[in-house]
Each structure stands twice: as C-alpha cells, then as structure tokens.
C-alpha cells in the first residue's frame, strides 16, 4: 500500500494505491482515441415494440448532454430516452441507447458533429441504467519518461501486485470532475437539508483549473449573492448555471426550485456523488489498516442501508459521523425525490490487463504504453490506470 500525495485524491477519498511501485507516469487523452470505452451487452432480438434501440458512437460529448442534443433536435422529451451508463465527454465511446416512439427515419436524418447513430433494432423494453455486461477499454498512455526496459518493468510489477491484491474499486475522477470536482459537496449539501449551500457549490466557489471568465463570474456571484448581476457575466456555455440564475432572479430564496432546474438525472448523479465519495472514504481507511479487500462488499449508503460486521463495519460507522450525516439524511426530506434506499458495491476489481510498451510517435524520444481490458459495470479505467501511473489526477 502506497498513500496518495495528491491534493484531489484527498478531497475525492482516493487516498491510497493499493501498489507500491513507483508508477510510469504519462498522461491520458492526448488524443480522443486515446481512450476508447465500447460497452459490451446483450442486443435486443425482439424486432417489435415501441423503443428503438440504436448504438451512438460519440466523442467531445458527455452522455446526458448528447441525449439532450438528440431529444433537442428530435422536439421530444430527453425523458423518452434510455441508456446503461454514463460515458465521459474525453473519450471514444460506443454505447446502447433507446428512445420510446421515435422512428428511425427520423434518427437516422439527424447530423451531429461527433455523434454518430446505427445500428437501429426495435424492442418492446427501454434501456435502463446498469443494463449492461460491462465496458472493453483501450487506453494509450502517452508521454512517458524513461528507457523502455524500466517501463515495462514497472508495469510488470505493478501487474503481479494488482493481481494479487485486486484495484480498488473506486468511484472514479470521471464521477466527481477533475477540473471542477465538487459534485459530492453539491450532493453532501442537498442530502443535509443546506439547499442554499448545494446552490453555491454548484454555481459559485470558483476552482483554479476553469476557465478565466468561468472564475470570475463565480467570483462574482459569491460575492454579491445577485442572480442578476451574475446572469450578466456568466458565460453562455454554462447553461445549466445560467438557468439556476434565471430562476433565482424570478424565484429568490427558492433554492429547491434552482436546483429543479438541472436534468433529474443530474440532480441524482449529484447525490450519487456523494455516495461514491462515502464509499471510496470507507475503501481507503480499510486499505490504511491493511485489510484484505478480495471479496468484500461496502455500502452505498442509504435510508435502508446496514452496517458491515466487524472493524469494516466501525470504520463505515465512523465516516458518517466524521461527516456530519446519517442513514436517515439519505432520505432526503427537503427534495424527497432524490431519496436513496442505498445499495452496495464490490470492494475490488480482479483485472488483469493486456499491455505492450512502444514509441509514442506523438513526442519523440518518449514512451507509450497501451493498455486493452474489460471492467464490469460501473467500476472505472481510471481507477486501474492510476496504479499504473501514479500521475498528478490532471493527467487522467
């Protein structure tokens, strides 16, 4: 076991590696095609029913503002649509979607700059998410220091500790945000009760890493809390924002009512956060204390949630309490539909990974290594990559 020395690791309860080598270094995304994410599922064979289901090959488009663009340029609800997980915006994906009474003539018309839709098969039942088998990456790892043999000999060492030891499963950057990772405390707030609290977090309290007139005009709503004066410099991408703004100036003091403003779908990924960043807390403490994570399972935690026997079950105990929440905040009184049961979650991912090491041709006289495996539903290629790479998170 290894601590994390970065900033965002702690602040997302990433805390360790689970290996000791020193890591490879590099850096992620260079190119799209750097990372390709292909879901892999059962198709649908019905050849009926009043979904339509299609494959959406996408890049530089997170997937729930793709689906807004598609249910934009459709006129229809981005309700009607269905998918088994959310993709990141930084990659190339490749993923099932269904939409309930659209035809596919009217898809297939739809031209979209880096969306690409085929692959068209009617079903009687829409898509839900975690309706898949998994998730095939294939990620380059670019810009690495170092002779080839050194390469490859960290990467070997860190292969046979991974398999020995299993990843940590956790909730990746890709859940909280690496640039602005502040979904959690959005959610941590709304699951409190603070609604105003989760309003400011989401609009204002700038973070170094964004853009200039972003900061500025987060800046500027923090300091005069005027959805008007913000609204006048908040730039026009930020959409989500600007429509909380614009619901505070007609509606002030009605932060429910703001944050209503965001997709359902968001609002719950912003609770979800906060479950992960739980989650990945209690992971990190049982790693600490050098506990054996093979097999175990953690909680998501809920209003029906239980605790775990044993020391797991005194370190989940004493996160919620460190943090200032109980099962009971789960359920949300102050925006019920957000309420979460809860659930539960491996503790560690077996993998283990194809790689060859080569010449990055994208910057002379460094390597690249190439990395092909296969990750079950909801565990994230980052959280294998960074005991690989041992980078800054800004690199992921």
Known sequence: MRRSWYELDTLLGMRCFISDTPGIGGRLRVRVRDFVVRERFE????GEGEYLHFIMEKHNWDTIRAILELSRRLGVSSRRFGYAGTKDKRAYTVQRV??????????????????????????????????????????????????????????????????????????????????????????????RGELEEAVVWYIGRPFPGEKEDAKEARQVFDETRDPEAALRVFPRRLQYERSMLSWLRRSPSDYA?????????????????????????????????????RGRRIP????????????????????????????????????????????????????????????????????MGVFTFFLPPGSYATSVMREYMKADPLSY
């Open 257 to 293: 009512g703001a944050l209503r403003r965001l997709p359902k779908k968001l609002r719950k990924l912003l609770v979800h956060a906060y479950q992960g960043y739980l989650f990945n807390l209690v992971l990190s403490r049982m790693i600490e204390e050098g506990m054996d994570i």
């Open 98 to 191: 269904s939409v309930r009474s659209v035809t596919r003539e009217r898809l297939e018309s739809l031209s979209i700059p880096g969306i690409k839709l085929h692959s068209f098969t009617k079903c009687r039942h829409g898509i839900s998410l975690g309706d898949l088998l998994g998730n095939e990456f294939e990620i380059a790892v670019r810009r690495i220091e170092g002779e080839a043999g050194r390469v490859e000999e960290v990467i070997e060492a860190t292969s046979e500790q991974i398999e020995s030891r299993g990843v940590p499963n956790y909730f990746g950057y890709q859940r909280f945000g690496t640039v602005r990772p502040n979904t959690h405390l959005v959610g941590r707030a709304i699951l």
């Open 43 to 46: 198709p649908c064979s019905d």
């Open 300 to 367: 998501l935690f809920g209003y029906r949630s239980t605790f775990s026997g044993g020391r797991q079950g005194e370190i989940e105990r004493e996160v919620l309490e460190e943090e200032g929440v109980e099962l009971e905040s789960f359920r949300c009184p102050k925006m019920p539909e957000l309420a979460q049961a809860g659930g539960e979650r491996s503790a560690c991912i077996t993998v283990s990974p194809n790689w060859e090491v080569r010449e990055d041709e994208l910057t002379p006289g460094m390597r």
